[in-house]
């Protein structure tokens, strides 16, 4: 099947603020959130993308949905250029691709009732307002709120958090959209109720037929909803596969740490997992050869001047680690 989204030497670079020495040098250092990342979205995947807080998920969520500029590389949409998209292509994209917010509490404007958030992409893209009753209730009870009329007129704070997460879900559906991009979707949530809403999600993307992008630190998320998984560090793709292979044999050092840290009975510890000790480090100045080697109990001479390309390690699963290079 075609590929739905793909990505190239994907890159965006932010600007940092100097240092004397570098202005007098009219020197303009930036800090590179994604660094280079190919990737290939088919029609109905539900990609998964994990890694520490700082190591450029939610930029390159913002990527995809062309909610921030590409510093350089390629981005296509069913073989458009994201980057020259305009016009009567931009709005169909606009529809095709929906972002769910992370924190339904800021995401949501507090003196708007319902009705008014969840039609508010149909004003965006000029929908017949004759339409946005039908399209607003359709969508309310596509998310599990059985009768749309209870909560059309309520405001944010007058609803439950699972509540006010579905509603998010239907502002993000009611354009009928194929492809969604949900940022850390339940991490604001109650233990409690983040089930009913990881269930919610599956089932839609099933009857609804969406592709899906789910961006989240919490490998149990991912694997309870993404079939394939991309672990990323410091702008980089540095594992990728089938998740329940990247679970059950992850071949970087990085992962198995990951993996090690979730404190739950239905993963299996990789045994040869070392903890990767210190915190994450920036962007800005990442460290030469392999980018975790300050942080990786493996690491040796290799690692600090050569940068590990992504190698095949089993079929469709990749990992950039020179431990898996001969
Ligand atoms: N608009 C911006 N301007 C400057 N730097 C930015 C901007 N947005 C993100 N960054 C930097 O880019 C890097 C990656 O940020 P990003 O938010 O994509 O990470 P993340 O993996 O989503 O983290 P988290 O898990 O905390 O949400 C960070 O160092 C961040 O400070
Ligand atoms: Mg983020």
Known sequence: MDPLIEAFGLTKAFPVSRTWRQ????????????????????????????????SGKTTVGRLLLKLTSITSGQLTYRGDHLDRMKGARLRGFRQQAQLVFQNPFDALNPRFNIRRIVAEPLVNLGVPRAEHETRTADSLRLVGLAEPQRYLDRLPHQLSGGQL?????????????????????????????????????????????????????????VRYICSRTLVMYLGRIIEQGPTEEIIARPAHPYTKALIAAVPRPDVDQPRDALPISGAIGSAATPPSGCRLRHRCPYAFARCASEEPPLIEVAPGHTAACHLHIA
């Open 165 to 221: 997460q579905r509603i998010v879900l239907a502002r993000a559906l009611v354009v009928g959209p194929e492809f969604l991009v949900a940022d850390e979707p339940v991490s604001m949530l109650d233990v409690s109720v983040r089930a009913g809403i990881l269930n919610l999600m599956r089932d839609l993307k099933e009857r609804l037929s969406l592709t899906s992008f789910t961006i989240s630190h919490d490998l149990t998320l």
């Open 23 to 54: 202005m007098l040098r009219a020197e303009r250092p930036r800090l590179k959130a994604v660094d280079g990342i190919d990737l290939t979205i088919r029609r109905g995947d539900s990609i998964g993308l994990v890694g520490e807080s700082g």
